[in-house]
């Protein structure tokens, strides 16, 4: 068996859903070797989610963000109101969307639906770098 662990760097970047399944597949570069396993991935952030959702369409990031920013609106009367009007309903869409995701891998490859990405959901206006715990678990090739 094969077990690889290792910490993704994502950029800072602006409110939103992000794909990311490109920068995932480049960190590991080890799923190459994995004939039948599992990736997981787990966000190390309280006011960011992931996701996996169609990757074809810009139109579905945005309508997926305006749809977070409706069932979450930043004019809530919140308590928890310290770190700015955009915190508390960031952490209201981490707690609905998840921060992990478990993915087969096959023959090598994330095993994907035809039109599915991983998304890095932003719900911060000023974001910072995320960092993603990765855990590769598999029989080699």
């Known amino acids: 068996m094969l077990w690889i662990q290792r910490t993704i760097e994502l950029p800072a970047v602006a409110r939103g859903c992000h794909l990311i399944t490109s920068d995932v597949v480049r960190a590991i570069p080890e799923l190459d070797s ?22 074809a369409d810009p139109d579905v990031r945005r309508d997926l963000a305006t749809a977070l920013d409706h069932i979450a609106p930043e004019d809530l009367p919140y308590t928890h109101t310290l770190e700015g009007p955009d915190d508390m309903p960031a952490h209201v869409k981490t707690s609905l969307m998840g921060v992990s995701l478990t993915i087969p891998v096959r023959a090598g490859r994330l095993a994907l639906g035809t039109w599915q990405g991983i998304y890095l959901c932003e719900h911060r206006n000023h974001a910072m770098r995320r960092r993603i715990l990765a855990t590769l678990f598999g029989q080699p090739r």
């Open 34 to 55: 994995v004939h039948i396993g599992l990736l997981h991935l787990f966000l190390m952030h309280t006011s960011a989610s992931l996701s996996i959702n169609e990757n």
